[in-house]
């Protein structure tokens, strides 16, 4: 069985692993009442961790475009294919998704976004109370949403290595 190459093994759990707690890390900032300067601080780190994702994301899809993926085992089904292709497919674009509503969602609420604290993003669109909370459903829709493609990802996974025992999970191993 063909395996991914290392840049996208590397490209896939690095990205995983911080949509996981960028994820983790914005329930927790919510949850926090009030404004305290601990809220303040992982909004912060929340946004630094979208911007990264974001980057990443662009990495990974041009690595994606030119090195392409191996192909499926013979023994999946052509519908279980499709499925896996049409899930890889939503999940590449809730990965650009998600973040680019959150930092749309910090525009309109009139909180530039400065990557890491050093460099300022570009301000798109002026600070718009009427957007603000369309733009905070959206994020917030999209997470979920990711929440439970990545669930259903991970789940397909488990079951390839555990059931079927075709070697899927294998591939992108590190």
Do not use: E
């Amino acid at each position: 069985m063909q395996r991914y190459t290392t840049p996208a093994i590397v490209l896939h759990w690095l990205v995983a692993i911080l949509i996981v707690a960028t994820f983790a890390l914005g329930l927790t900032m919510v949850d926090i009442p009030g404004l305290t300067p601990t809220k303040l601080k992982y909004f912060s780190w929340h946004k630094w961790l979208g911007v990264t994702v974001l980057g990443l994301a662009c990495v990974r899809l041009l690595w994606r475009k030119t090195q392409g993926a191996p192909p499926y085992p013979d023994s999946m089904q052509p519908w279980q294919q499709r499925a896996a292709h049409g899930l890889h497919i939503l999940l590449y674009i809730l990965i650009f998704a998600v973040p680019i509503s959150g930092y749309f969602y910090s525009l309109a609420a009139g909180v530039p976004v400065t990557y890491l604290g050093l460099f300022p993003m570009p301000v798109l669109i002026a600070p718009n109370p009427d957007l603000k909370p369309v733009l905070k459903l959206v994020h917030y829709t999209l997470n979920m949403i990711m929440l439970g493609a990545v669930s259903l990802h991970v789940l397909a996974a488990l079951k390839h290595h555990f059931i079927d025992r075709d070697g899927v999970l294998k591939r992108m191993l590190p």
